[in-house]
């Protein structure tokens, strides 16, 4: 009974293995590719306008098709599929025989620049899912990119002042919004921006594994998780600090340009840059970058707001309040050297890489609506202060804003070092006069019920709290 078991057991064993062989064989002879070209084949014998033609077309041998692109060092075998691309005879038919759109073929022949430049995908491959890449079970890090976003190639060989009115208007809008948004306030590119952020340099060309899809609605696709991050930057990644306010229209623009942003490198002599600059980013250079990198945490920098995602109040850099007590001095040194323990970075050129002309424009861009009259002079030169009682105020009336230690909180830190070498008078008459548009109230006011001496002894000991050791808890 035993040895009958095994006899069956063997006997389809062999089956399973015969019917796999046949099924194999039968795949490596009538691969895709020849289906494909078999099809073609046909469509052009029956759209020929000539009997030359249709004898051509007759005589037409199928057989795999590859093209060695030696200058972009790529093998691609894409047009064993799409044979048709170059042919106007396919203009009507459909995908994969129909001609290519446009006439972008005219100055970027197949022949030179192949097919994967553009639109990605697996070069090599000969049948279309493991070309596309696109899936679960193809396994490829760099899929075909959807038609949605194909100007994310064109940026690898032209400038954007070329592309603006010549097919890379959604990459252009794309590039003008992360300026506009200020996204480089908190990403480098190019080894200029913010920290807060990774570095967007090749990000284009970063594999699918890199970004986390546990929380991506739509399809888990690199751009599709660009575009959720833009929209819903905590739903994506729960400890983001991003702060963006954009359309779904605007997310589409942005992700196209952060798609583009690859680390390949094109040859010179393939590439067509002219070094232009858009009109609009040269037009007022202090507020384009103002906007480049201040933007997106100080908005128009006229009001305070605390941001859910700092855990801490966007200082009011542009308010009248702050203009009239900060000199230009202090505001530049903000700028240079950051403030520590918050996520103002230093955005001197040994830090986020602006040079000392670019901060210059930027601090004269927010200072331009200084008030002309100025706070009148508080003189802390000449109190002797008093720092325990400095203290004591200090824990009654700053602590519940600006953190025990100064640490900040709905108020700003005071512990760091631009605060901590500001000029006293400026501090003493911020405390008697307050910030219009802030939270911070005038405590030298009738409510606000401190005397110039108690202003003063808060003054001094606000200058020692850098001294206080402080833990994060």
């Given at each position: 009974m035993r040895k009958r078991f095994y006899l069956w057991v063997l006997f389809l064993s062999g089956l399973v293995l015969i019917a796999y062989i046949s099924l194999t064989t039968y795949k490596e002879k009538t691969p895709e590719w020849k289906k494909h070209q078999a099809e073609y084949k046909e469509l052009l014998i029956r759209n020929a306008k000539d009997e030359d033609i249709r004898k051509r077309a007759r005589e037409m041998d199928i057989r795999l098709q590859q093209l060695y692109l030696g200058e972009l060092n790529r093998i691609d075998r894409?047009?064993?599929?799409?044979?048709?691309?170059?042919?106007?005879?396919?203009?009507?038919?459909?995908?994969?025989?129909?001609?290519?759109?446009?006439?972008?073929?005219?100055?970027?022949?197949?022949?030179?620049?192949?097919?994967?430049?553009?639109?990605?995908?697996?070069?090599?491959?000969?049948?279309?899912?493991?070309?596309?890449?696109?899936?679960?079970?193809?396994?490829?890090?760099?899929?075909?990119?959807?038609?949605?976003?194909?100007?994310?190639?064109?940026?690898?060989c032209h400038d954007l002042t070329f592309l603006k009115d010549k097919g890379g208007e959604k990459v252009v809008a794309g590039e003008r919004l992360f300026r506009q948004k200020g996204c480089k306030g908190c990403h480098k590119l190019e080894g200029v921006g913010g920290v807060l952020g990774k570095s967007l340099d090749g990000i284009g060309s970063q594999p699918i594994a890199y970004f986390p899809m546990r929380y991506i609605k739509g399809?888990?696709?690199?751009?599709?998780?660009i575009r959720e991050h833009e929209e819903e930057p905590r739903r994506v990644v729960s400890d983001s600090q991003m702060r963006v306010d954009v359309t779904p229209e605007e997310a589409d623009f942005l992700t196209t340009y952060i798609m583009s942003l690859r680390a390949e490198e094109i040859p010179k002599k393939l590439r067509r840059l002219t070094g232009a600059r858009l009109p609009d980013e040269i037009k007022d250079e202090g507020e384009a970058l103002y906007k480049m990198y201040c933007i997106a945490c100080h908005g128009s920098g006229k009001e305070s707001v605390f941001d859910d995602a700092f855990k801490r109040t966007i200082p009011a850099i542009t308010n009248p309040s702050f203009l009239r007590v900060a000199d230009d001095k202090f505001i530049r040194e903000n700028i240079e050297e950051g403030r520590a323990g918050t996520q103002m970075t230093a955005w001197k050129s040994a830090a986020a890489g602006l040079t000392e002309k670019q901060i210059e424009k930027i601090m004269r861009y927010t200072t331009k609506d200084r008030p002309k009259e100025?706070?009148?002079?508080?003189?802390?030169?000449?109190?002797?202060?008093?720092?325990?009682?400095?203290?004591?105020?200090?824990?009654?009336r700053c602590a519940s804003c600006h953190g025990e230690y100064g640490e900040g909180g709905i108020g700003l830190n005071l512990r760091n070092p631009v605060v901590q070498n500001a000029d006293p008078e400026m501090l003493a008459k911020t405390i008697r006069d307050g910030r219009e548009s802030t939270l911070m109230v005038s405590f030298g006011s009738k409510d606000g019920g401190l005397n110039a001496q108690g202003i003063a002894d808060v003054v001094a000991y606000i200058r020692t709290l850098s001294k206080k050791e402080y833990k994060l808890h």
């Open positions: 894409c047009i064993s599929c799409h044979t048709g691309v170059e042919n106007p005879l396919m203009a009507d038919e459909k995908v994969p025989f129909k001609k290519h759109s446009g006439d972008y073929l005219k100055n970027h022949s197949v022949e030179r620049f192949g097919c994967t430049v553009c639109h990605l995908g697996q070069g090599r491959a000969v049948n279309k899912k493991e070309a596309h890449g696109i899936g679960r079970e193809t396994y490829w890090d760099y899929p075909i990119t959807k038609l949605e976003f194909i100007q994310t190639s064109c940026a690898l399809e888990q696709t690199v751009a599709q998780w100025r706070p009148t002079q508080f003189g802390y030169s000449g109190y002797k202060v008093n720092v325990n009682k400095g203290e004591e105020i200090y824990a009654s």
